[in-house]
């Protein structure tokens, strides 16, 4: 199995940043898609941001231009750097990786215990 261990969350002032790493161990092949979800009290967990393994990267349209994602394979680790950050930005951050590689008893999709973040002054 892929263990996902978030780390940079925390208290911040609304204008702040942060930057949450998110790094993968255990029975790693290829780790094709790397992101970032959250989850904020009484609302549907959604996608933050994602990269994938050729580059490519996604964000939700409420932090774009914001946030930016970015991943060192080396490492097998995923950021999320996190600037103007506003009160509703405040939830939990998970990190989600998927294998779709190698054999099949690699292949699986991951996620981390999740950090909070929280945005107030």
């Known amino acids: 199995q892929v263990q996902l261990v978030e780390s940079g969350g925390g208290l911040v002032q609304p204008g702040g940043s942060l930057r949450l790493s998110c790094a993968a161990s255990?029975?790693?092949?290829?780790?094709?898609?790397m992101g970032w979800y959250r989850q904020a009290p009484g609302k549907q967990r959604e996608l933050v941001a994602r990269?994938?393994?050729?580059?490519?990267?996604n964000y939700a349209d409420s932090v774009k231009g914001r946030f930016t994602i970015s991943r060192d394979n080396a490492k097998n680790t995923v950021y999320l750097q996190m600037n103007s950050l506003k009160p509703e930005d405040t939830a939990v951050y998970y990190c989600?990786?998927?294998?779709?590689?190698?054999?099949?008893?690699?292949?699986?999709?991951?996620w981390g215990q999740g950090t909070q973040v929280t945005v107030s002054s």
């Open positions: 989600n990786a998927d294998q779709i590689f190698g054999p099949s008893s690699y292949r699986g999709n991951y």
């Open positions: 255990g029975r790693i092949f290829s780790l094709n898609m």
């Open positions: 990269i994938f393994s050729g580059g490519g990267t």
